[in-house]
Nanobody, 124 residues
Framework: QLQLVESGGDLVQPGGSLRLSCAIS????????IGWFRQAPGKEREGVSC????????EYADSVKGRFTISRDSAKSTVYLQMTNLKPEDAAIYYC?????????????????WGQGTQVSVSS
């Protein structure tokens, strides 16, 4: 059983930056790959990025490549999503989720545990 808590969402101007955090608690945290997902009003949930259980593998959606960076701090049991050059289309509720697989995936159906989400708004 894992618990995930996201934080760091805020209102920023286009071109701005944010760092989202996903604090994870529970058993064998390091054995879980973590994904970030987002859902905007009226749109389907989409995978944004993911990181493997020991941080050696990462993936990004084409829409965020070069702008977002995922990382994990095992000592703090926290996964981060650094977001730069934010665009209005990045506005959404962002969720982190855990998958009991070594390699990461942006397939939401493979993730068992989910956080409650954090709101990111991008507007001038």
């Amino acid at each position: 059983q894992l618990q995930l808590v996201e934080s760091g969402g805020d209102l920023v101007q286009p071109g701005g930056s944010l760092r989202l955090s996903c604090a994870i608690s529970g058993v064998l945290v390091d054995y879980y790959a973590i994904g970030w997902f987002r859902q905007a009003p009226g749109k389907e949930r989409e995978g944004v990025s993911c990181i493997s259980s020991h941080g050696s593998n990462t993936e990004y959606a084409d829409s965020v490549k070069g702008r977002f960076t995922i990382s994990r701090d095992s000592a703090k049991s926290t996964v981060y999503l650094q977001m730069t050059n934010l665009k209005p289309e990045d506005a959404a509720i962002y969720y982190c989720a855990a998958s009991n697989r070594y390699m990461c995936s942006m397939d939401a159906s493979l993730h068992t545990y989910w956080g409650q989400g954090t709101q990111v708004s991008v507007s001038s």
